[in-house]
């Protein structure tokens, strides 16, 4: 999270080139033909879907009459977009729609995360997650198995081994009578999870089955937050994509979830002695 984040600059620019039109009085579709390209153009722009050419923010920039000392800030910010993060040396190891989780990922200044059915993927080992993607890619060879692996890992290093970062997880309870169903990866994964509660930067809690029904009821979901300007955003996973919601009602609604989440769950020293309990219930 300390990183430059090409995909959080373009999110800035995306948030500072609506904010230019809209105080010009222009409509999207005006301005798209203006440019000479279609208006769906323009909205994957203005919501950073899409990273926009040098030449084309030019001609948004006269159309917009931006003063010379923002426009070079603003080109400034174009090519930082388009720069490549580190997790492009990894290839296709890493889903397109995932990789804009990982650029809000690297420059946001707290994480905060609600799981249900599994072990967050910052914190899994790599034994359990090499059975994971066995199940969910069947007719994936060794090799680009491995490369995925790398990659998580790499990515655990860069955030969980950062001790200046602000990590905070809520497993349910389920996650982890699932991972007892599977002897081969319940050990490692959970050492694993009772070492992480002992670490500075790292709040992990869980969400026993007594707290009963619960506003998480719905499913997992992750929480970015990022320094001013840059709004917040919530993360929600699907199978094979994802979904990014910036709207502040919404964010502020699932904010309103994890703090009723986070009191409902175990404390971190309650979830350590749970987590130790449950290790030694496993391996008996």
């Given amino acids: 999270m300390a990183d430059t984040s090409p995909t959080v600059r373009r999110r800035r620019l995306a948030a500072e080139l609506r904010r230019l039109r809209k105080e010009s009085g222009l409509t999207s579709e005006y301005v798209a033909q203006q440019v000479g390209l279609a208006q769906s153009w323009m909205s994957r722009v203005e919501s950073g879907r899409q990273g926009i050419r040098l030449n084309d923010l030019r001609v948004l920039l006269d159309i917009y009459h931006v003063p010379v000392e923002q426009r070079?800030?603003?080109?400034?910010?174009?090519?930082?977009?388009?720069?490549?993060?580190?997790?492009?040396?990894?290839?296709?190891?890493?889903?397109?729609?995932?990789?804009?989780?990982?650029?809000?990922?690297?420059?946001?200044?707290?994480?905060?995360?609600?799981?249900?059915?599994?072990?967050?993927?910052?914190?899994?080992?790599?034994?359990?997650y090499r059975r994971l993607l066995i199940s969910q890619y069947p007719t994936s060879g060794t090799n680009d198995i491995e490369r995925m692996i790398d990659f998580r890992l790499a990515r655990q290093e860069r955030l969980v081994g950062n001790e200046s970062q602000d990590l905070s997880f809520i497993i349910n309870e389920a996650c982890l009578h699932r991972l007892r169903a599977d002897p081969e990866t319940s050990g490692g994964q959970l050492a694993r999870l009772t070492e992480l509660t002992e670490l500075p930067n790292v709040d992990l809690r869980v969400l026993p089955f007594s707290a009963g029904i619960h506003p998480g009821i719905d499913g997992g979901f992750v929480l970015l937050g990022f320094a001013p300007p840059d709004p917040d955003v919530v993360y929600i996973e699907y199978r094979r994509n994802s979904l990014f919601l910036e709207d502040s009602t919404q964010v502020e609604s699932y904010n309103c979830v994890y703090r009723e989440l986070h009191e409902a769950s175990l404390s971190r020293e309650e979830t350590h002695a749970f987590l130790t309990g449950f290790a030694k219930s496993a391996a008996g």
């Fill in 72 to 128: 070079e800030e603003l080109m400034t910010l174009a090519r930082q977009s388009r720069q490549r993060g580190w997790w492009h040396s990894y290839g296709d190891a890493i889903p397109e729609w995932f990789q804009v989780r990982i650029g809000l990922e690297a420059e946001a200044t707290r994480l905060r995360s609600y799981t249900v059915e599994l072990i967050p993927g910052l914190l899994q080992t790599a034994d359990y």
